[in-house]
């Protein structure tokens, strides 16, 4: 049972700071509020997370720590506990169903642009 609650606390610990790096990596390019469209340029985070080494090295790093504190924690972790965890998650979960939802409807335009499917 450790290494299930290890893995949901390691998968939770990184999924926070992914979604907390892309949105300063992008702050720090400059304040949204001062540029004139306030955009948040969505190529920003594939290369921020999929194709940068740093991000899978992070991903390693956070499942053996969440494994580490799963095992070596002296009682049970409180079911508050977890909830409190999964909400928590739903911030992530949201920015990424945000992203999804954004990329099929470029592609959707995309393709209606250039005459392809």
Known sequence: MWALN???LGISIFAVGAAVFVLLF????GPLLSRSSGT???RIIPLVTI???WFWAAF??????????ARSWPGRFSPAFWVVLAVIDL???GMLGLFLLL?????EV????TGKP
Do not use: E
């Open 91 to 93: 911030v992530p979960a």
């Open 110 to 113: 995309a393709g209606q642009v």
């Open 40 to 42: 948040f340029d969505i």
């Open 60 to 69: 390693a790093a956070c499942m053996v720590i969440g494994w580490a504190l």
């Open 103 to 107: 990329m099929s409807k470029l592609k």
């Open 6 to 8: 290890g893995t949901f």
């Open 51 to 53: 194709y940068n080494a």
């Open 26 to 29: 992008q702050w720090s390019r």
